[in-house]
């Protein structure tokens, strides 16, 4: 697994090399990127750009782990009492992470995604992403099955069995149709820890994989093993694969990441503040779903480890 790593970041910085070498402007000059996990951006930061409104304001430097996140319940619940603060004593290496993955973007990935846009019309993109969504399921159904979801589960094995043999591979989503209404459980190993109890910790962002904490790591590693593209042997194959996934998703996002950035004081900080509220949302809203099981099954404590209260 570090072998794999480490071959991730030196073709990283081989493209760099690229990119710097040749023309920010020419997409095709420049190689593809790895793939890089999905972060979110603040709802009160996005408004402020007139470009695009909150709810389709998306952070292309991605992940996920997940492609198909919102932020419209988020931008319209988020209240005062349900924010959050984190603990960041790595500040200073987060920062410098921060402005590597900033330089990612603008000398690699966009460039690419802008050229791979122009050639590829938006319905094939998007069938792209439904197919590398399709991939997931094996992250997301051990998910619900470990966080005692038993009807997410069995909604995932539907939306597989069916993407895969009527959706052709899952280029097509058919099971999310009126008719069906089968909708992608969207939750990871982070969430399911933060479901049973288990606090997000301190803030750290990743080289690559972007923001965590230690918690949500355990997604980026969950990932590496449940994650089929991984397997992809020899493994430059499955980095090209990585790769591929992350233009074609940045591809359905240009724009979305400078809006941030031009509207924030400090995109740092607005990323790290727009992750961990984000994060906090979506296992309280797992354990809203899961509320008789989860009381049933784990020990009262004094307050909740990701209370709104923690660092007021």
């Given at each position: 697994?570090?072998?794999?790593?480490?071959?991730?970041?030196?073709?990283?910085?081989?493209?760099?090399?690229?990119?710097?070498?040749?023309s920010n402007?020419t997409?095709?000059?420049?190689?593809?990127?790895?793939?890089?996990?999905?972060?979110?951006?603040?709802?009160?930061?996005?408004?402020?750009?007139p470009?695009?409104?909150?709810?389709?304001?998306?952070?292309?430097?991605?992940?996920?782990?997940?492609?198909?996140?919102?932020?419209?319940?988020?931008?319209?619940?988020?209240?005062?009492?349900?924010?959050?603060?984190?603990?960041?004593?790595?500040?200073?290496?987060?920062?410098?992470t921060?402005?590597?993955?900033?330089?990612?973007?603008?000398?690699?990935?966009?460039?690419?995604?802008?050229?791979?846009?122009?050639?590829?019309?938006e319905?094939a993109?998007?069938?792209?992403?439904?197919f590398?969504?399709n991939?997931?399921?094996?992250?997301?159904?051990i998910?619900?099955?470990?966080?005692?979801?038993?009807?997410?589960?069995?909604?995932?094995?539907?939306?597989?069995?069916?993407?895969?043999?009527?959706?052709?591979?899952?280029?097509?989503?058919?099971?999310?149709?009126?008719?069906?209404?089968?909708q992608?459980?969207?939750?990871?190993?982070?969430?399911?820890?933060?479901?049973?109890?288990?606090?997000?910790?301190?803030?750290?962002?990743?080289?690559?994989?972007?923001?965590?904490?230690?918690?949500?790591?355990?997604?980026?590693?969950?990932?590496y093993?449940?994650?089929?593209?991984?397997?992809?042997?020899?493994?430059?194959?499955?980095?090209?694969?990585?790769?591929?996934?992350?233009?074609?998703?940045?591809?359905?996002?240009?724009?979305?990441?400078?809006?941030l950035?031009?509207?924030?004081?400090?995109?740092?900080?607005?990323?790290?503040?727009?992750?961990?509220?984000?994060?906090y949302k979506?296992?309280?809203?797992?354990?809203?779903?899961?509320?008789?099981?989860?009381?049933?099954?784990?020990?009262?404590?004094?307050?909740?480890?990701?209370?709104?209260?923690?660092?007021?």
């Amino acid at each position: 697994m570090k072998q794999y790593f480490t071959y991730i970041i030196l073709f990283i910085f081989l493209m760099m090399a690229g990119s710097a070498d040749g023309s920010n402007k020419t997409a095709a000059a420049l190689p593809s990127s790895p793939s890089l996990p999905k972060t979110v951006l603040p709802a009160s930061a996005s408004k402020k750009s007139p470009a695009k409104p909150a709810s389709q304001t998306v952070n292309p430097l991605e992940e996920e782990y997940t492609e198909d996140e919102s932020l419209d319940e988020y931008a319209d619940n988020t209240t005062k009492e349900e924010r959050v603060e984190i603990a960041d004593p790595l500040e200073s290496v987060n920062r410098v992470t921060h402005e590597f993955n900033d330089k990612l973007y603008f000398w690699a990935i966009k460039p690419v995604a802008q050229g791979y846009k122009a050639v590829v019309p938006e319905p094939a993109r998007i069938s792209v992403k439904n197919f590398f969504s399709n991939l997931g399921f094996p992250a997301r159904f051990i998910s619900c099955l470990l966080q005692a979801d038993l009807s997410g589960a069995a909604t995932e094995a539907g939306r597989f069995t069916i993407n895969t043999i009527w959706g052709i591979g899952g280029l097509l989503d058919p099971s999310a149709g009126k008719e069906l209404d089968l909708q992608k459980q969207d939750t990871d190993l982070g969430q399911t820890l933060g479901v049973w109890g288990v606090g997000q910790g301190f803030y750290i962002v990743w080289p690559v994989f972007g923001p965590s904490t230690p918690r949500d790591t355990v997604t980026i590693v969950g990932d590496y093993f449940l994650y089929p593209v991984y397997y992809i042997q020899p493994w430059y194959a499955g980095t090209g694969v990585s790769a591929y996934e992350i233009i074609n998703s940045a591809s359905l996002k240009i724009g979305d990441y400078e809006a941030l950035k031009d509207a924030a004081v400090d995109p740092y900080v607005a990323f790290r503040d727009a992750y961990v509220q984000y994060r906090y949302k979506r296992v309280k809203a797992r354990r809203a779903k899961l509320s008789p099981v989860v009381e049933s099954a784990t020990p009262t404590v004094p307050a909740d480890p990701e209370s709104p209260e923690k660092g007021k």
